[in-house]
């Protein structure tokens, strides 16, 4: 069973910058980013796959955040920037441990099969 770690929510104004950090226990095909506000879905961000360093970005994110691997750490990164009130939300990583190990990044939470804690990050007016 993989464990997935969260790490660098916080509180920030409008326009500033936050980087999450996410480290599995274990070997992962495939990594993402959500994350889901009280009462709303929980939202695709962005999707990485290990084996064919190939990312997927929603588009409500796009140039604002970018996600980095360091597999030595068997971690991933989100950087993200010019955040925004609609960007308050509970973060969330997640994993794909399946052994098929998907060529495209998955940006539904069901091809997911591990989720961590969540982190919250609050961007203030």
């Known amino acids: 069973q993989v464990q997935l770690v969260e790490s660098g929510g916080g509180l920030v104004q409008a326009g500033g910058s936050l980087r999450l950090s996410c480290t599995a226990s274990g070997r992962t095909y495939a990594m993402g980013w959500f994350r889901q506000a009280p009462g709303k879905e929980r939202e695709f961000i962005v999707a990485f796959t290990w084996n064919t360093r190939r990312t997927r970005y929603a588009d409500s994110v796009k140039g604002r955040f970018t996600i980095s691997g360091d597999n030595g750490k068997n971690t991933l990164y989100l950087q993200m920037n010019s955040l925004k009130p609609e960007d308050t939300s509970v973060y969330y990583c997640?994993?794909?441990?399946?052994?098929?190990?998907?060529?495209?990044?998955?940006?539904?939470?069901?091809?997911?099969?591990?989720w961590g804690q969540g982190t919250q990050v609050t961007v203030s007016s």
């Open positions: 997640a994993a794909h441990t399946d052994y098929s190990g998907p060529l495209y990044p998955p940006t539904i939470t069901s091809a997911y099969d591990h």
